[in-house]
C-alpha cells in the first residue's frame, strides 16, 4: 500500500543536465530524483485524431 503525503508537478523539480535527471528536496532532508526514462515509463500517449467527429463528455 503507498501512502502519498504531497504531489508535485515536474515544473517543481530541477532537472540536472548532467545526470539527466529531476530532483526535489525531500522532507526527510534528502532529494526524491527520478530519470527522463523513469518518468516515461508506461506512460501512453495517443496519436493525434484525424477526425473531426465531436465527442459528448
Known amino acids: 500500500m503507498a501512502?502519498?503525503?504531497d504531489e508535485v508537478e515536474i515544473e517543481?523539480?530541477?532537472y540536472e543536465?548532467?545526470?539527466e535527471r529531476?530532483?526535489?528536496p525531500?522532507?526527510?532532508g534528502g532529494n526524491f530524483c527520478?530519470?527522463?526514462d523513469q518518468l516515461m515509463c508506461g506512460e501512453t500517449v495517443p496519436a493525434p485524431s484525424t477526425s473531426k467527429?465531436?465527442?459528448k463528455c
Open 3 to 5: 501512502v502519498f503525503h
Open 12 to 14: 517543481d523539480f530541477q
Open 17 to 19: 543536465k548532467d545526470s
Open 22 to 24: 529531476y530532483s526535489y
Open 26 to 28: 525531500c522532507l526527510c
Open 34 to 36: 527520478i530519470t527522463k
Open 53 to 55: 467527429k465531436l465527442v
